[in-house]
């Protein structure tokens, strides 16, 4: 069993920026990869970005690429997500979540096993 505890999310005006940190305990030894997801009132959850615990394989949604960047501290335990240039679209929960196992995908939510309870991002315009 993986735990994970999203922390970061607050008010902020557009252009501004903020950082969300996700750390994870319990069974982490068994975590294949790490991804960030959101989702906004009346909508679905969408894939935000994912990452290895190394750090050397990175994938980000088309909507968030040269804004967001995702990065891992292996010694923490924990994934951030430095979100800059925040536009009010960008407003939304934010989940981070844990593949246990190897998935051809990691942009679904399907791949992933343990999901964090999710921080409120609000970007106002």
């Known amino acids: 069993q993986v735990q994970l505890v999203e922390s970061g999310g607050g008010l902020v005006q557009a252009g501004g920026s903020l950082r969300l940190s996700c750390a994870a305990s319990?069974?982490?030894?068994?975590?294949?990869?790490m991804g960030w997801f959101r989702q906004a009132p009346g909508k679905e959850r969408e894939f935000v970005a994912h990452?290895?615990?190394?750090?050397?394989?990175?994938y980000y949604s088309d909507s968030v690429k040269g804004r967001f960047t995702i990065s891992s501290d292996n010694a923490k335990n924990t994934v951030y997500l430095q979100m800059n240039s925040l536009k009010p679209e960008d407003t939304a929960v934010y989940y981070c979540?844990?593949?246990?196992?190897?998935?051809?995908?990691?942009?679904?939510?399907?791949?992933?096993?343990?999901w964090g309870q999710g921080t409120q991002v609000t970007v106002s315009s």
């Open positions: 319990g069974r982490t030894f068994s975590i294949y990869r």
């Open positions: 979540a844990a593949a246990q196992s190897w998935r051809r995908t990691y942009s679904s939510t399907y791949a992933y096993d343990s």
């Open positions: 990452i290895t615990w190394s750090g050397l394989s990175i």
